[in-house]
């Protein structure tokens, strides 16, 4: 028995109130599919169904096609841009003010943690949708000439891991540009998308500007290969992605950004701050579950102070909270679906099977839900499929190195190029590293920091385009 | 992080040496683990716990120049009495006061079990020969004083002469041993960087403290959980190469009920619950006492009394 035992701490859930079934949200309005498929969506903590979703088939993606292509030619490319701002000011004031709800709503629909919805989701859904209204009057400073044109219709599909970040990143930007949209969320956690769509009649969004489809694959890829769309904006998995490109390349008209897997190596030099290099690690692959895209899945650790960095992070990782998303001290909460739960489980006894050494910290799982302990694998090799396959799950693989050139050319020994993390006290071995690491994001001292501001996207398999900053605006500029 | 086996006769250039070669300190990264440990959410039983653990981990504290007899008597009936209205409310762990008062609070206190704490080694700042704060110190232990709050030499400390540092503290260790225990005040406030806060950590350490301590309460800013947070990493990682355990007392500014337990929450998860005791972790405080009190009744009663119904000290 623990001396100080966190008593129970959970986030109410009265302050958002699900429906019973959502509709499709085409042109400022919520209406059934024409052919009234639906499906479920369920809480992964507990499995409780928390509402029906209406399933988009052809028919409605070629009616929100048209209402978005609607409210683009007659309202949103002919409002003055600083109107187009405002409407992004209100949509980012009401997500601050219905923050708590919303973040209820992630956690229950995702899985993760209250904690990490509150702090971190949350506050960066507003700051990108302010950061990017601030840009909706003043394109023509942002290096793409004097007054670049929108590209008009925009398919977006997102995936289950930040649902309402990934809308944020894919709407604020394409709206900031002048772009109408048609987004699909995930099949497992459309929700917040909806909510969202609630936000946007709140905030007198003309109609038809944002539309909102739910459905699972088939949904999606009729939306990415509709004739109507002019620009398709995809973040999942490579091999989605693979798809999307191949039928996007028949429409040469369509501008395409793919934001896909990720391996990333997490550098942990002798010098580093050891504590601090800890906390990244943990916060590398363990936040979010490791539902992350840029997760720091392989921990690359210089030999001469690797049993002092994995008793650290043993240590740490014992103190580790998993349970109840719900919980404000949670701090791993349950895998987003079954099939998730399935291809870690997979991995995870590859990675035995192939000879690496599997530990977890002492950590009772729910009965019900789908939960997988936090997991490190030594002894790995970058010939093991757990050094080369994204996992997307709490599962780390450790491996070490001798000289920098050795980190370099075993960070960059991967099919993906996402992030990667650099842990030192030289500053000038950070720049060193940097200019070598063939990733999109390298972070130096720190890991899975978000900004606005701040240019995402990948190298090789990882995907092209960026999103967020100045960079991000071309993806929706005709330029 | 293995230190030289006998740490007694470390040279000044080896002590340099080790001190420099001990890990950094991101600041960025500690600030954002202190802050997140600081989102934990404590309530009901676990907060009842908490308010009666940081109660049993004051050092009660008055080091004002105005000091009376009178108030020092008043703040020990006070250590051993927290609550009038409520005998539940556990003792503090000690009362700490100056030199030339600590006769005055050894005899409140005797045989209740709570320690008398005498800042020595010329509090707050330390600036005076070796053969005063030496004569500092035992004149707090011939007065009655079981534990002993030094001050470093931070001038010394931050021109890099860790011997001299050393050397004093070993000096007041000699005097003090068998009748008392050192604890040693860094003034982090003056050390400025959390690497610094490391490495007077380890070489008050090094030098025999049985406690390590954050601040005077004279210098801007006192404790803060960052530095608590590298002080308590220091304690753990020392007692895993040198298998001996430290106590650590942030002390200065900690004033509310809601600043205790975001402590707690750090010794519990940056050291361990072995932490979690009177004898490894101290609150050097006074106002502290009463909010926690105040917290205590809330949690019992449902209801918030005012100032008035709790006793100034």
């Not at chain 1, 580093?272 to 579950?289: H, K, L, M, S, T």
Request: with cysteine; proline share 6%; net charge negative.
């Amino acid at each position: 028995m623990p001396k100080f035992e966190y008593a129970p701490a959970p986030e109410s859930r009265a302050i958002v109130s699900i429906k019973e079934s959502y509709g499709l949200f085409i042109d400022g309005q919520f209406t059934p599919s024409a052919d009234g498929r639906a499906f479920k969506t369920i809480s992964p903590a507990t499995e409780e169904v928390l509402a029906e979703v209406a399933e988009a088939g052809p028919a409605d993606v070629d009616r929100a096609v048209t209402a978005a292509r609607t409210a683009y030619e007659r309202t949103w490319s002919v409002l003055p841009p600083k109107e187009r701002g405002k409407y992004l000011f209100r949509i980012a004031r009401i997500i601050q003010e219905r923050a708590r709800e919303l973040a209820v709503l992630e956690s229950l629909d995702n899985g993760k943690p209250i904690r990490e919805s509150r702090d971190v989701d949350l506050p960066l859904v507003a700051a990108h949708f302010f950061y990017h209204a601030g840009w909706a009057d003043k394109l023509e400073y942002a290096g793409y000439g004097p007054a670049p044109k929108p590209l008009g219709v925009a398919g977006q599909v997102i995936p289950w891991n930040f649902p309402l970040l990934m809308l944020a990143w894919k709407i604020a930007p394409a709206l900031a540009c002048g772009n109408t949209v048609v987004l699909k969320p995930a099949e497992t956690t459309p929700l917040t998308a909806l909510t969202f769509a609630e936000i946007c009649q709140q905030a007198d969004l003309p109609p038809g500007v944002v539309n909102i489809l739910t459905g699972a694959g088939d949904t999606g890829r009729a939306l990415v290969t509709h004739p109507g769309v002019d620009k398709v904006a995809f973040t999942g998995s490579t091999e989605v992605g693979k798809e999307i490109a191949r039928d996007c390349a028949r429409d040469p008209r369509k501008k395409v950004t793919l934001e896909l897997g990720g391996k990333a190596a997490n550098v942990v030099f002798e010098d580093a701050p050891v504590d601090q290099a800890v906390e990244g690690i943990v916060n590398g692959i363990f936040f979010n579950q490791g539902h992350v895209c840029c997760a720091g899945s392989r921990l690359l650790v210089q030999e001469s102070v690797y049993d002092q960095v994995l008793a650290s992070l043993q240590r740490r990782l014992a103190t580790l909270r998993l349970g109840d998303p719900l919980d404000k001290n949670t701090d791993v909460g349950a895998i987003n679906s079954a099939a998730q739960l399935a291809k870690i489980r997979e991995l995870s006894e590859a990675g035995e099977a192939e000879g690496a050494q599997r530990w977890s910290p002492p950590c009772e799982l729910p009965v019900k839900g789908f939960w997988f302990p936090p997991t490190v694998f030594t002894g790995v090799s970058q010939a093991h499929r757990i050094a080369r396959e994204e996992i997307f799950g709490p599962v780390l693989s450790v491996l070490t190195f001798r000289t920098p050139a050795e980190a370099v050319e075993k960070a960059n020994n991967t099919p993906y190029g996402l992030s990667a993390g650099v842990w030192t006290d030289k500053g000038s071995r950070i720049l060193w590293m940097a200019a070598r690491l063939r990733a999109g994001v390298v972070w130096a001292n720190t890991f899975n920091k978000f900004d606005p501001s701040s240019p995402f996207g990948g190298y090789k398999e990882s995907g092209y385009g960026r999103e967020g900053g100045r960079h991000g605006l071309e993806a929706y500029l005709d330029v | 992080m293995s230190a030289p086996a006998d740490t007694r006769t470390i040279a000044g250039s080896s002590l340099r040496e080790f001190l420099h070669g001990l890990p950094g300190v991101d600041q960025v990264g500690a600030e954002a683990r202190a802050a997140m440990l600081a989102s934990r959410s404590v309530k009901t039983t676990a907060k009842q716990w908490a308010l009666d653990t940081a109660i049993s981990m004051i050092d009660l504290t008055t080091l004002e120049g105005q000091d009376t007899p009178g108030k020092v008597r008043a703040m020990c009936a006070k250590a051993k009495r927290p609550d009038p209205a409520d005998p539940t409310a556990p003792r503090v762990a000690a009362v700490c006061v100056y030199p030339d008062l600590a006769h005055l609070a050894a005899a409140e206190v005797k045989g209740t079990g709570i320690h008398v704490a005498s800042v020595a080694t010329a509090f707050p700042s330390g600036r005076t020969s070796l053969e005063v704060k030496l004569a500092d110190a035992s004149y707090a232990i011939d007065a009655g004083a079981d534990e002993v709050d030094m001050v470093i030499d931070r001038g010394a400390f931050l021109a890099g002469d860790y011997q001299l540092v050393y050397d004093e503290i070993a000096a007041v260790r000699e005097v003090v041993e068998g009748s008392a225990h050192l604890k040693v005040i860094l003034e982090t406030g003056e050390l400025v960087t959390l690497d610094n806060v490391r490495r007077a950590s380890w070489l008050a350490m090094l030098a025999g403290a049985d406690f390590i301590k954050t601040s005077t309460g004279k210098v801007t800013p006192a404790a803060t959980l960052p530095v608590t947070l590298v002080m308590l990493e220091a304690v753990r990682d020392f007692r895993d190469t040198h298998g001996r355990q430290v106590g650590v007392k942030p002390a200065g500014g900690i004033r509310t009920a809601k600043d205790a337990i975001r402590y707690l929450v750090l010794v519990n998860e940056t050291a361990g619950e072995d932490w979690l005791d009177p004898r490894w972790f101290r609150f050097g405080a006074s106002s502290l006492l009463n909010d926690l009190l105040m917290q205590r009744t809330k949690l019992a009663t449902g209801r918030y009394s005012g100032p008035d119904y709790f006793t100034l000290d």
